[in-house]
Every structure is written in C-alpha cells, then in structure tokens.
C-alpha cells in the first residue's frame, strides 16, 4: 500500500508541480495549499510524512510541523523553502524535522522522502501491537529513572518517549502526575529515532491485581 504524504505549499504551481512528482514515484499524496486545511486533514487522517512549504501566507511552515511532530511523533517531517534559510534549518533540526531547499531541482529530494518512509514503515508494525487513543497535547509521565512524555494509552499498555537512550529495567512504575495514577509495565519494544534521537519505548501494562484500583481503564475512556 503506498505511503501518504500530507503536502503543504501555498504556491499552487509548486503544489501542483510536487504533487506530480511524488505521485509519479508512487506515494499517495493529498496535496492542500493552506494550513487551515491540512490542519483539517490531520484531524480525520493520519499522515506517514508531511512535507511542509516554509511560508504558507499567514503562517509558517513551522507552526505545523510542531503540530504535527506533537501529535503525530512518529511520521518524519520535511520543511522545503525555495532557497536556503539557516534559521529554519535550525529550527527544523531542532523540532527533529528534516530541510530541503528547492525540492523540484533537488536531486536528493525523492531519495530522501523515500528513506525517511522506509524508516517510519519498519516502526509501525511495533507500535500497532494494541489498540491506541492519541494523548492530545503532551502528558507528562514520571518514571523512578527518568522523565517522559506519553504519546498514545490502551487498556494494554502506553508509548513514551525519552530525551536520550537509557536502559529500561524489566518492570517499571509509571506516574501519571496529572491524574494522581502510578501503575506497573515493562517494556515490549524500544527504538531509538535518527531524526530526532528520541528514545521510544512501547510498554505493556503489568496487572498484579491493582490495575483496576488505579482508574487505568477511566484515563484511557476520557482520552
């Protein structure tokens, strides 16, 4: 099945032209000039790549691909201008989002749009292990070894993301601060992105009889 790339360019001409080259190297692509729209996308669909335009008139590029690396961490991010800007290349690394300059007469451009959804395709499998509700906005989580941030919940288990690597112990306690929670789980996979070094870890929930006690179930069913 082919991958679908959310395109964003407020110039329908570069539009039109990016389209057709994504199109014709076989990715599906639903291209939108504005971010009004994609916004709009992203909340019924969910994009394995965005590739965003650095001006889309009244709003930049940037502000939707902090959207999207927010709500959607794991789909790469590309943010194209048409000539070179190092301030938004430093912003770009920064959010953990890929720069590219002239797209259309960029012979790098395809390769990498292709590599970066090789990458995000031999993720996916790992994360789809339970059925997930997205965490809108960023939860915080606390763990006896480090802080993270939780991403998607389950009846199962959870996604967390660190800021670096670091070895998972077999069992964990998790602090939902916000919702005075802590349960038990133990990591399942773990994988390391090289786009933005973040350290994700996919965990299952350890039921040792308290599970039902801590309102797991409620948190998931409000998310």
Not at 61 to 66: E, F, Q, S
Not at 83 to 101: K, L, S
Not at 148 to 166: I, Q, T
């Amino acid at each position: 099945m082919p991958a679908l790339i959310l395109l964003v360019e407020a110039d329908r001409t570069v539009l039109r032209r990016t389209d057709a080259l994504l199109t014709n190297a076989g990715h599906l692509v639903a291209a939108v000039p504005s971010y009004h729209e994609a916004k709009q996308l992203m909340d019924s669909v969910s994009p394995d790549m965005l590739v965003v335009g650095v001006r889309l008139d009244a709003f930049n590029g940037m502000h939707l691909a902090v959207r999207c690396r927010r709500e959607f961490p794991l789909p790469p991010v590309m943010i194209v201008s048409p000539g070179p800007d190092a301030v938004v290349e430093v912003e770009a690394a920064r959010i953990g989002a890929m720069f590219i300059v002239d797209p259309l007469n960029n012979p790098s451009f395809l390769p990498r749009v292709a590599a970066a959804l090789d990458e995000h395709r031999h993720t996916q499998p790992l994360i789809r292990r339970w059925p997930r509700k997205q965490v809108p906005g960023m939860l915080e989580a606390e763990l006896s070894q480090a802080p993270a941030r939780v991403f998607d919940v389950s009846y199962g288990g959870l996604r967390l993301a660190f800021d670096e690597k670091w070895a998972l112990p077999d069992q964990f306690d998790v602090t939902l601060r916000d919702h005075g929670v802590t349960v038990k789980a133990r990591p399942v996979w773990t994988h390391v992105s090289p786009s933005t070094n973040e350290f994700w870890c996919g965990a299952e929930l350890v039921d040792d009889g308290t599970l039902a006690a801590t309102g797991w179930r409620a948190i998931v069913d409000a998310t």
